[in-house]
């Protein structure tokens, strides 16, 4: 019995064409959509960690101004998406409520970047995850998370009330709705692989 040789970059290769894994974060405060983005978009089952919020929870869940939610994410969720057939991307959502706040830096290990969900309705809600990810040294780009109802935000303000970079993509989506997750990934992709490139 010889020893079991290391794996190869060819030994994930398929058809011919290899293929780049990408791990990218999806996060954002309680309740912005993340489980429903993963959920919508992921070509595989979606693992999710969902919990139902009970009344005992009520003093420790971040209630306020969600209504008609009854479950919250209580270790992450996982996604898989083929957006071309050299690159593979593997979603992690995190937990939302800041409760479970120091699973975010094992899960922020080996990400090529973030896609921050933001509600612009709660943006002071969306500082510390932004912070956060700022922390772990991470690009990103924001998805604005367009609630029925909810006014249009001249993307200038949006940019000047969470102070990001020229160069930090904004794009609107509802993360119900598979193409409109897709194009919000695949805008945060180009710009994280044009950075890397
Ligand atoms: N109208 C609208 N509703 C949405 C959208 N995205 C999510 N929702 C709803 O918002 C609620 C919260 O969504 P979740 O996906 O559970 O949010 P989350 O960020 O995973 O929540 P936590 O894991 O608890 O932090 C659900 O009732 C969704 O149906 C959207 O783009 N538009
Ligand atoms: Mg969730």
């Known amino acids: 019995m010889g020893e079991r040789p290391a794996l ?30 993963i959920g919508s978009i992921s070509e595989i089952e979606p693992l999710s960690t969902e919990e139902t919020m009970t009344r005992a929870g009520q003093d420790v869940d971040d209630l306020k ?9 209580v270790a992450m969720d996982f996604g898989r998406l083929t957006i071309s057939d050299r690159v593979v991307l ?3 959502g995190t937990p939302g409520q800041v409760r479970f706040v120091q699973m975010w830096e094992d899960m922020a290990r080996g990400a090529l970047g973030a896609l921050v969900l933001v509600d612009p309705e709660r943006l002071a809600d969306s500082f510390a995850v932004i912070d956060l990810i700022e922390q772990y ?3 990103y780009a924001i998805a ?4 029925d109802g909810n006014p ?18 904004v794009v609107t989506c509802d ?8 194009a919000a990934l695949t805008t945060l992709v180009s710009y994280l692989l044009a950075r890397v490139g």
């Open 8 to 37: 190869q970059t060819r030994d994930y290769v398929s058809g011919g064409a290899s293929q780049t894994a990408v791990k990218i974060l999806v996060v954002g405060h309680f309740a912005v959509g993340k489980t429903t983005f």
């Open 65 to 73: 101004g969600v209504r008609g939610k009854t479950t919250t994410t």
């Open 90 to 92: 593997y979603l992690f």
């Open 137 to 139: 040294g991470l690009d």
């Open 144 to 147: 604005v998370n367009t609630f």
């Open 152 to 169: 249009e935000r001249a993307e200038e303000s949006l940019r000047e009330a969470l102070d990001l970079l020229d160069d930090t993509p």
């Open 175 to 182: 993360a119900r709705d598979e193409r409109s997750s897709a």
